[in-house]
Nanobody, 127 residues
Framework: QFLLVESGGGLVQPGGSLNLSCTAS????????VAWFRQAPGKGREGVAC??????????KYTDSVNGRFTISKDNAKTSVYLQMNSLKPEDTAVYYC??????????????????WGQGTQVTVST
């Protein structure tokens, strides 16, 4: 069974940093597009970042609210994807999910596009 497990969430102060990890089982992520989504209480799921490898290079996308602060990366050898989050703001508070799709096409920030999901990890930014 292909499982994705997130870790690295926690409570941080505004301006702080966290590095989220998503580890895959049973296979590597080398041929997968991977993404991070987040969902705040009572809110819909929002695409945060995604990445995939095309023949022309690495395709990476970020939502405007995190662009310049968050960085997504993939470690194929360790079957993991990461989300480095810097300059965190209270509005970043949410449950963060990783997602994947087996494809060589460019990634998207649409949750319906992905067919593998992790269980989520809580990120809370507060004083």
């Amino acid at each position: 069974q292909f499982l994705l497990v997130e870790s690295g969430g926690g409570l941080v102060q505004p301006g702080g940093s966290l590095n989220l990890s998503c580890t895959a089982s049973d296979r590597t992520l080398a041929s997968y597009a991977v993404a991070w989504f987040r969902q705040a209480p009572g809110k819909g799921r929002e695409g945060v970042a995604c990445t995939s490898i095309r023949s022309t290079g690495i395709n990476t996308k970020y939502t405007d609210s995190v662009n310049g602060r968050f960085t997504i990366s993939k470690d194929n050898a360790k079957t993991s994807v990461y989300l480095q989050m810097n300059s965190l703001k209270p509005e970043d508070t949410a449950v963060y999910y990783c997602a994947a799709r087996h494809t060589s096409f460019p990634c998207t920030n649409s949750d319906s596009w992905y067919d593998h999901w992790g269980q989520g990890t809580q990120v809370t930014v507060s004083t």
